[in-house]
């Protein structure tokens, strides 16, 4: 029996999201874990996979822009080599392109935003996702000899188990690339919200992008991202990236900070997985603190410089 | 130019979920249902993109008798028809198979999901369909033009956006920022009667998965609060306390 995890290369590393599913397959303990990498990387970038627990890892750096029906095809036919009776795939925009695609070449079962280990259930296997957008967690039972899981990024922690991380050459049989990539826009030397342990939001509370320097500073020195609420982007005070909430990004950080933010319904679909929520805010009635893990009623101008202040501090003793 | 658009119904944002049966069932006592949002954002531009280059707009859905006052909502919009497949929404894989089958030989140019149902959050039925047909998927679309059979579309990416190009036939998911939803005005509503809605009924297949059993999440413990005059104190309890800084 073996697993097969997707590892996503981005500027020649693997991303921590793939290496999140290669320990998530050592912990599925289901057999031989392979790893399928597409795109250029050299071999001590590969070898991270091994550090959580790749025995194989199939390589090839023929892939130099993404297509969903090149990666699909390369990915199941690894599969289909290695017998994986699994297909492992992080749930991040690429996941999302080419694991539907995968399922259907494998005839497999497919779960995606899935955030448990699978369990047996007599000849089915369970896995649980969120749904609702985080009000709820739906059990799936997939009754099929292969099955893809499409995994939610940052909610499996990174295990070392060592595997024996064999990189091998994977020359997959070429398949029309019908897409063209014309640009890529991507915010640089900023830490993707989607991949953030700690997140720093702010709302309509924070009264003007002008304003927006505090939760940069905290979110610095924190080593966090920044997010926003949907009135927020839609004035352009922040650009649309940042939006989180039912018709934004969903995200599960460790540590999410809301400030100035009401909490409406619509909001909290997005950000309610995140394990420990702060919020700010000068309304005591605010619906944010029924979800809150802390609170501070207070006025975010006055309250920010003290969390910034405070946070120096504490980096400046940790170092 | 031929588009398709593909609709699923769902609970509208603001309802409150529980679930029924020993947490088997989707409680939809005094839900209301909407048109997916996203699948609204596909059907708008869709409407663009034909006034401009003309052409014909229909709408697909998979499901029982009930969810068409939300297929009539989208002619009202403005599509030009639509298709019910009469069966219950099993899992993504049947719901695309489905699709697939009523679709293959009708020549749509484009094919517009949208990125995920709010409802099981899957994301999943654009990539099943766009497989099973053999056709490029431009996934998460928030711009899209159509110039002499082109595509041009900026998909988001994790941290930013990347902009590619693809020839028709494709299929397209819509994000938000794809447009602004339109309201259906009289005019529509008059119209949306007697538009042609066709039911057919299911072709053979079987979806690979079921939801066995629903769960609440867990309710969250007391919100503690900290002083605003000393909400510094917040730092050493996120250290030493929760334990995520
Ligand atoms: C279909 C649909 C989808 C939606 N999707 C989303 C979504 O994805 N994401 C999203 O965020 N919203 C979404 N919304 C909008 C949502 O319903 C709320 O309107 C929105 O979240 C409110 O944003 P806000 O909390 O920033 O602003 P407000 O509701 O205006 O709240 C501002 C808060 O700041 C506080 N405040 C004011 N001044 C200060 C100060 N000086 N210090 C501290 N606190 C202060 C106020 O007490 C208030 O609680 C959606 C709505 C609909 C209908
Ligand atoms: N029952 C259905 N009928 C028609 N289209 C659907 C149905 N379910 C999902 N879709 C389409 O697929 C998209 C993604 O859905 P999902 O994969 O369920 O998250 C939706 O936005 C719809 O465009």
New interface residues.
Partial sequence: MSILVFAEI?DGKV?KSSLEAVSYAKQMNAGTIHAVALGNADNSALAELAKYGANQIHHSAAFTT????TY?AAIAEAANACGAKWVIIS????G??????V???L???????VVSIPEA?GSNW?V?????????????????DVRVL?LTPNSFSLTEAAGAGEIVALNPASVEN??????????TG?I????A??VVSGGRGMKGPENWGMIEELAQV?GAATACSKPVSDMHWRT??EHVG???I?IKP??YIATGISGA??HL?GV??S?????INKDPEAPF???????????AF??LP??I???K??KSQAN | MKILVCISNV?D???K?S?TDNNTKFNTAGVQYIIN?YDELALTRALELTEKNGGEVTVINVGLVDTEANIRKALAIGANDAIRINANPE???FV?EQIAAAVKSEGYDVIFTGRES???????????L???LNL?????V?KLEIEGGIV?AD?????????????TP?VISAQ??LTEPRIPNMRGIMAARTKPLKVVEPSGSN???????????KP??D?????????????????NE?K??
Avoid: W
């Avoid at chain 1, 603190?289 to 006025?299: E, N, R, S």
């Avoid at chain 2, 709010?118 to 099943?128: E, H």
């Avoid at chain 2, 979806?207 to 999440?217: K, R, Y």
């Fill in positions: 981005q991303k993404f297509d969903s029906t699909a749930n991040t925009y690429t999302k392109s080419v694991a539907p695609r399922a259907v070449r005839k497999a079962a497919i779960a995606s935003g259930s369970v649980r996702k969120s749904c609702f957008s985080g009000k709820g967690f739906a059990n799936i039972s997939l009754n099929s499409a019908k897409t063209t990539s014309v640009e890529i826009k991507r915010v900023k993707p919200l989607t991949e342990e700690l924190l649309h990236e039912q018709t934004g969903t460790n540590l319904i619509q679909a309610s997985s394990k420990v929520i702060v919020a603190f029924k979800i809150a893990d802390y609170g501070i009623v207070g006025d006055e309250v003290q969390l202040e405070a946070a501090k504490f | 609970p944002t603001t309802t979920v679930f949002p899992d993504g894989y695309a709010i409802d099981y959050n899957s994301g999943i039925v654009g990539g099943l766009a497989e099973i490029p998927l431009i996934n998460v928030s041009t998909r988001d990416i994790d941290g930013g956006k990347e902009t590619v190009k693809v020839a494709c938000k920022e979806a690979l998965s079921n939801i066995s059993a629903f769960e609440m999440p969250k413990g919100c503690k609060y900290i002083d605003a005059a000393n909400a510094g104190h917040l730092i050493d309890l996120l250290h929760a995520v800084i």
